[in-house]
């Protein structure tokens, strides 16, 4: 089992690579656990799903942290059977059979702290079973707060997406510099929208980072979007969609 962190600065297109990138490896029969950490929830709509069919654990299970405690206190399979019962429970299959579980957010002590919701990710993929997943795949808000509470050395892959803007590329300078000090495996940088007349390599310096890919900006992904489906279905052909199979290519090493 491999997991992978996907972050990056807000709008960057992580949830639009995760998911395309969650349905292509699906569809060569990997078994692809998604988990949208982010509270705006867009990963389900993204990959198909309906927001009415979505279930947040976070609404779900409004004591959830206290279960956690509680489990905590009880000991390994105390908590155990708890991941389990709430992977059971909340796990929504999509049509091309990538498992989704959407967090939302839980708060903690009567605030809407992410801190709680950090911890259930860490304790999700910890103890996660994993003769049952090829992939587990969590796309986070934007920022560097998903590293917090030791969760970062859980992960295989620390996929940081940024746009061909100064802005974005120092905010993936600052979550590349995280995740490896951290302790993620290893990082991949995704630069997503680049033009013809982008300084790829320009970036691939600033960043320092030896594993860079580009993803090429094409309206096309807008378009779809405002429709509701994916490039990957919109498209198939797109170049776009070229560029997001060789960095799965490069995750699971073909
Ligand atoms: N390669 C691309 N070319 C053109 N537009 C793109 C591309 N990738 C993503 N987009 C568009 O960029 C916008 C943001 O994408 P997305 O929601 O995937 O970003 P995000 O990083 O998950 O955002 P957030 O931080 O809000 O979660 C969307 O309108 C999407 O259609
Ligand atoms: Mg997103």
């Known amino acids: 089992m491999k997991k992978i962190i996907v972050t990056g600065k807000g709008g960057v297109g992580k949830t639009t690579v995760i998911a395309t990138l969650a349905r292509l490896l699906a569809r060569e029969d990997n078994k692809v656990l998604v988990v949208d950490c982010d509270p705006s929830m867009n990963l389900a709509m993204t990959l198909g799903v309906p927001l009415s069919a979505v279930m947040p654990i976070a609404e779900e299970r409004a004591n959830i942290h206290e279960e956690l405690e509680t489990s905590m206190d009880d000991g390994h399979e105390e908590i155990e059977g708890l991941i389990d019962e709430i992977i059971d429970d909340y796990i929504i299959e999509t049509d091309d059979g990538v498992k989704l579980i959407v967090m939302g957010t839980i708060p903690y002590g009567g605030s809407g702290c992410l801190c709680s919701s950090i911890a259930l990710l860490k304790l999700l993929i910890g103890y996660i079973r994993s003769e049952e997943h090829d992939f587990v795949m969590i796309d986070s808000q934007a920022g560097v707060e998903i590293f917090g509470r030791g969760l970062a050395s859980e992960f295989d892959f620390s996929l940081v997406v940024t746009e061909p803007m100064p802005k974005a590329i120092e905010v993936a300078r600052h979550i590349l510099k995280l995740s490896k000090d951290l302790g993620v495996k290893r990082q991949i940088v995704i630069v997503n929208k680049v033009e013809d007349d982008t300084d790829y390599a320009g970036i691939s310096r600033q960043l320092g980072c030896s594993e860079?890919?580009?993803?090429?900006?094409?309206?096309?992904?807008?378009?779809?979007?405002?429709?509701?489906?994916?490039?990957?279905?919109?498209?198939?052909?797109?170049?776009?969609?070229?560029?997001?199979?060789?960095?799965?290519e490069e995750i699971t090493g073909v």
Not at 213 to 241: F, S
């Open 212 to 248: 860079v890919y580009p993803v090429r900006y094409d309206h096309r992904v807008i378009e779809a979007d405002k429709k509701g489906v994916l490039i990957l279905d919109y498209v198939p052909q797109a170049p776009v969609v070229d560029d997001v199979k060789r960095i799965k």
